[in-house]
């Protein structure tokens, strides 16, 4: 028995690697891909090009303007004296934000009013209008309570500042919420299950083109033994992958990783399962290489948008959240997430590792089951 593994497994990775072409795309395009959406992928809003506009003119409201610029999130392109310029300006997409300071700014903070400043922002981007704004509401914020501090120095006599709540918030495991750090531990689950889908739905059918399958139903190799020489040699190959990328995620990108990765290629050993096991699913059903390729990533685009990869899963109507379950990517995105950036381990993650253990079992029994030794 193992020799007859061993033979396939020799065949296999010859077949994998004597094409210079099939060479990059297992082991040069996933480190591509990861630098690509390493530095593509960024959900953190920077230099937001931004106008003002100024009636006031006086210190008071030229200080809070230069606190927009100097926070690092805001750009000021464009200070405009007209409000046509600043429907012409959102219009045509140069700026984002504009900030209008009315008369009075200076006499209502100076006579201890509520001073009122317009944000305008261009709603068509919604995710950066909302950061946008949460930026705007910080700045305020801050400038509205150094001026009362302040107000109070100035005072002759005492004067009790109103009741308000402290809110001092700290962010864990990702302190500075890079998105990076969120992101690149999930080009791992990306990586392995297009490799492995790709490279084992492609598997028999290729036998089947060149006329090769018929050599194998006559030798004594066992549907089971079949299997596995099949599948191992993609399991090796998603493993190096995952560590090409784990060392350019954390080398390059710098992005912590503070569980145990012993735990992290265990899980990943048992995603394989589920891949591999699907993977030839598709192949024992396919014809053609074309076909099981097309299969392959009508399994696949669906299963990342339903991982909460980009897209939180608890965001999407309740229907949509029962299909998640049955998702793989899912549990194993999951996993990685949490050794990377919580680094808890075997005993919060054992839910997500049953999951996949019992789905891999039952993809790969599937894909045995059907593997049959005839025409």
């Given at each position: 028995m193992?020799?007859?593994i061993?033979?396939?497994?020799?065949?296999?990775?010859?077949?994998?690697?004597?094409?210079?072409?099939?060479?990059a795309?297992?082991?040069?395009?996933?480190?591509?891909?990861?630098?690509?959406?390493g530095?593509?992928?960024?959900?953190?809003?920077?230099?937001?090009?931004?106008?003002?506009?100024?009636l006031?003119?006086?210190?008071a409201?030229?200080?809070?303007?230069?606190?927009f610029?100097?926070s690092?999130?805001?750009?000021v392109v464009?200070?405009?004296?007209?409000?046509?310029?600043?429907?012409?300006?959102?219009?045509?997409?140069?700026?984002?934000?504009?900030?209008?300071?009315?008369?009075?700014?200076?006499g209502?903070?100076?006579?201890?009013?509520?001073?009122?400043?317009?944000?305008l922002?261009d709603?068509s981007?919604?995710?950066?209008?909302?950061i946008?704004?949460s930026?705007?509401?910080?700045?305020?914020?801050?400038?509205?309570r150094?001026?009362?501090?302040?107000r109070?120095?100035?005072?002759?006599?005492?004067?009790?500042?109103p009741?308000?709540?402290?809110?001092?918030?700290?962010?864990?495991?990702?302190e500075?919420?890079e998105?990076?750090?969120?992101f690149v531990?999930?080009?791992i689950?990306?990586v392995?299950?297009?490799v492995?889908?790709?490279l084992?739905?492609?598997?028999?059918?290729?036998?089947?083109?060149?006329?090769?399958?018929?050599?194998?139903?006559v030798t004594?190799i066992?549907?089971?033994e079949?299997?596995l020489g099949?599948?191992?040699?993609f399991v090796?190959?998603?493993?190096?992958?995952?560590?090409?990328?784990?060392?350019?995620?954390?080398f390059?990108?710098?992005?912590p990783?503070?569980?145990?990765l012993?735990?992290?290629?265990?899980?990943?050993?048992?995603y394989?399962?589920?891949?591999?096991?699907?993977?030839?699913?598709?192949?024992?059903?396919?014809?053609?290489?074309?076909?099981?390729?097309?299969?392959?990533?009508?399994?696949?685009?669906?299963?990342?948008l339903?991982?909460?990869?980009?897209?939180?899963?608890a965001?999407?109507?309740q229907?949509?959240q029962?299909?998640t379950y049955?998702?793989?990517?899912?549990?194993?995105?999951v996993?990685v997430?949490?050794?990377?950036?919580?680094?808890i381990?075997l005993?919060?993650?054992?839910p997500?590792?049953?999951?996949?253990?019992?789905m891999?079992?039952?993809?790969?029994?599937?894909?045995?089951r059907r593997?049959?030794?005839?025409?």
């Amino acid at each position: 028995m193992f020799d007859r593994i061993r033979q396939m497994l020799i065949k296999e990775f010859i077949q994998v690697f004597r094409d210079p072409r099939m060479r990059a795309v297992v082991l040069v395009l996933p480190c591509i891909e990861l630098v690509v959406i390493g530095y593509a992928v960024n959900m953190d809003i920077r230099d937001i090009r931004t106008a003002v506009y100024d009636l006031d003119n006086t210190p008071a409201s030229r200080d809070l303007l230069a606190r927009f610029s100097a926070s690092g999130y805001f750009d000021v392109v464009a200070r405009v004296d007209d409000d046509r310029q600043v429907q012409d300006l959102i219009d045509r997409g140069d700026v984002q934000v504009v900030v209008r300071i009315d008369h009075g700014l200076a006499g209502d903070l100076e006579a201890g009013r509520t001073a009122a400043v317009q944000v305008l922002c261009d709603g068509s981007d919604s995710n950066t209008a909302a950061i946008a704004m949460s930026y705007v509401s910080r700045i305020a914020g801050d400038y509205s309570r150094q001026m009362l501090a302040r107000r109070i120095e100035r005072s002759r006599g005492p004067v009790d500042p109103p009741a308000r709540v402290d809110l001092r918030s700290r962010a864990w495991f990702n302190e500075n919420l890079e998105s990076r750090n969120y992101f690149v531990p999930g080009v791992i689950v990306i990586v392995v299950s297009l490799v492995s889908l790709l490279l084992t739905s492609m598997a028999v059918v290729r036998e089947k083109e060149i006329g090769t399958i018929e050599q194998i139903m006559v030798t004594p190799i066992t549907p089971v033994e079949f299997i596995l020489g099949k599948t191992l040699p993609f399991v090796v190959i998603s493993l190096v992958d995952v560590t090409l990328i784990l060392l350019i995620g954390v080398f390059w990108f710098e992005v912590p990783i503070r569980g145990s990765l012993v735990l992290l290629y265990f899980s990943t050993g048992l995603y394989l399962l589920t891949m591999l096991g699907v993977g030839l699913f598709i192949s024992t059903i396919s014809q053609t290489q074309q076909q099981a390729m097309m299969s392959t990533f009508l399994f696949f685009f669906p299963a990342m948008l339903l991982s909460g990869f980009s897209f939180p899963i608890a965001n999407m109507p309740q229907v949509i959240q029962w299909f998640t379950y049955l998702n793989p990517v899912a549990y194993f995105l999951v996993v990685v997430r949490t050794i990377f950036l919580k680094g808890i381990g075997l005993s919060y993650l054992w839910p997500q590792l049953l999951v996949l253990a019992a789905m891999g079992i039952a993809t790969l029994g599937l894909a045995v089951r059907r593997f049959h030794k005839t025409l």
